[in-house]
């Protein structure tokens, strides 16, 4: 016989198995009793982390006197385990380390798990019962970055860390999870070592740690010759303790190629991580340079199409002609070359859709003049040219407005009407945020969010050509020399263009839709991979 060292308390079930263990034991007779040297049963090395073997608190408690008596513990109180008999040792089964390339990256060479198969003794002679071994992956201490500043990582709560080990046992490289302690919604990105707010798009690096190493039980080591246990034996004549090993690298002893496999998958960990130690980033989705795994990046853009499912607006365009669309109801890859990234960021906000506008006849007209007059100013502006530096003549400006003005504008073109919608305060025309104060135009006040709590901003190029600042009640600019106005100088927060040139000197570019909070109905219908 031999013991499986644990100290934790045996279920009510496994209890009962190995009491119908015990009692078909005796039935059965060791056969040392009569014959001693034919107790020596060779094994299968197997070893099993201490935490996970099956055990029981007090031996003398859950074993009957005739097996293991109470007096034999000698006073060791500080023992527990389970004797199992020799014939169920013999059935000890190993199955292979699953094949698993995605597991081999992400974790250490697995550990074995002792479990129990449903026991149906039928007669003394069946043996139905068997201990098997399972593999179950290493897990990790998950780390995330908690602010800017360089290291300062701090460790998950022990639910979504046991949670992100059991989605990295399956081999996933991308998964979302809510947090229980925030109540958010978290897209993991193995591939670039990320975690994404899908609501915020706030982005933070998260990192593997090593836990601490635990103890290996060897539970196949070779048992002397086994004899049945008398009143005054002790434990240790009855059977062999397992030898406790602490160094985890050496909790599974296999051929020399099977040694030379496991080195390898660990220096692949390593060189994973050294790897991945140099993205260290914790900030708004898209303030920095955009960095997202290939499996992410696909799944942010179904989760996105799936939100914009609720948006009128979108539905409407995704039912027109391609001709007929006003712009593109697909949404653009932040990975895309044409995502405008350096635009985006100002806006501090990563739950948004940028949609291209489509060249419509409107569009082509307005945008005709927009390029003859960008012409003429290189031509007026080029004596201010200094060296090889190019005159910056084409600025990116916001549009906040509700959903219908944003259909309007792509239909018609900019109006100016007598009753301004938010009002005049610097002169009569149409006003657009300047480029770094995009948060301005995204206020409920300009981009007033619909029924489903869809809002929509438009990105456009503009001529601000010479400017100054305007005043309230202004139609046109003061003289010759000027074209627009601004709110102040300098660092001006709005363009102010007058209604006598506005759609000359504005050309849309970009649709962007600010979406709603996500639901988790929406993130169940996104396949875990």
């Known amino acids: 016989m031999f013991i499986a060292d644990h100290k934790s308390n045996i279920s009510q079930s496994s209890r009962s198995q190995m009491q119908q263990m015990v009692s078909l034991g005796r039935k059965r007779r060791l056969s040392s009793h009569e014959n001693p040297g034919s107790a020596r049963t060779k ?19 859950q074993l009957e006197p005739s097996i293991c008596p109470k007096e034999s513990l000698n006073g060791r109180r500080d023992i527990s385990g389970i004797i199992i008999p020799p014939f169920q040792a013999k059935n000890l089964q190993k199955t292979p380390v699953p094949d698993n390339a ?47 500043g360089l290291g300062d990582y701090q460790e998950f709560p022990v639910k979504e860390n046991n949670d992100i080990n059991s989605h990295l046992s ?28 899908i609501n ?4 933070r690096s998260i990192r593997f740690s090593e836990p601490e190493p635990e103890p290996v039980i060897d539970l196949t080591v070779e048992p002397g010759d086994l004899i049945r246990a008398g009143s005054n034996d002790s434990i240790d004549s009855v ?59 696909r799944k942010l853009l179904e989760i996105r ?40 960021k100002y806006l501090g906000c990563g739950g948004l859709t940028v949609h291209e506008v489509r060249q419509t006849r409107m569009w082509k007209r307005s945008r005709s003049h927009f390029d003859l007059l960008l012409k003429e100013e290189k031509d007026y502006f080029s004596i201010y040219k200094k060296g090889d530096t190019p005159l910056h003549l084409v600025h990116f400006g916001w549009h906040g407005a509700p959903a219908e003005s944003i259909k309007g504008i792509l239909e018609c073109g900019f109006l100016s009407v007598p009753t301004a919608r938010v009002g005049r305060c610097y002169g009569h025309g149409i006003y657009l ?92 219908r996104v396949q875990q991979e």
């Open 43 to 61: 094994i299968t090395r197997v070893l099993i982390p201490s935490s996970r073997a099956l055990g029981v608190s007090a031996l003398s408690k």
């Open 102 to 148: 995605q597991l081999r990256e992400l974790a250490k060479p697995a550990v074995a798990d002792l479990s129990t198969t449903e026991s149906r003794y039928n007669s003394p002679n069946k043996r139905s019962s068997q201990i098997t071994i399972n593999f179950t992956p290493r897990r990790y201490k998950v780390e995330y970055k908690g602010s800017a």
């Open 170 to 197: 399956k081999g996933r490289k991308s998964f979302w999870l809510k947090s229980e302690s925030s109540g958010c919604y978290y897209l993991y990105d193995v591939e670039t070592m990320q975690q994404h707010n």
């Open 200 to 203: 915020t798009g706030y982005r």
């Open 239 to 297: 059977c062999q303790i397992p030898v406790v090993t602490s160094n985890v690298g050496n909790f599974l002893q296999r051929s020399s190629a099977k040694r030379q496999e496991d080195h390898d998958m660990q220096e692949q960990l390593q060189q994973h991580q050294r790897h991945h130690q140099t993205i260290d980033y914790c900030g708004q989705a898209f303030a920095g340079a955009w960095l997202c795994g290939a499996i992410t990046n």
């Open 305 to 344: 199409r799936l939100q914009l499912q609720g948006s009128w607006l979108m539905n409407e365009m995704r039912g027109l002609p391609t001709h007929e669309q006003l712009f593109d109801p697909e949404p653009i890859s932040p990975s895309d070359s044409r995502f405008p990234m350096e635009q985006i």
């Open 433 to 524: 945020a300047t480029k770094k104060y995009a948060t301005y135009s995204k206020r409920d006040r300009f981009s007033v969010p619909d029924a489903a709590g869809f809002k929509y901003l438009l990105l456009c190029e503009v001529l601000p050509g010479t400017v100054e600042v305007s005043k309230s009640g202004q139609t046109h600019p003061s003289s010759n020399l000027t074209h627009s106005g601004v709110d102040r100088m300098p660092k001006p927060m709005m363009h102010v263009f007058f209604t006598h040139d506005m759609n000359v000197r504005i050309s849309p570019k970009f649709v962007v839709c600010i979406l709603p909070p996500v639901t988790e109905h929406i993130l169940s």
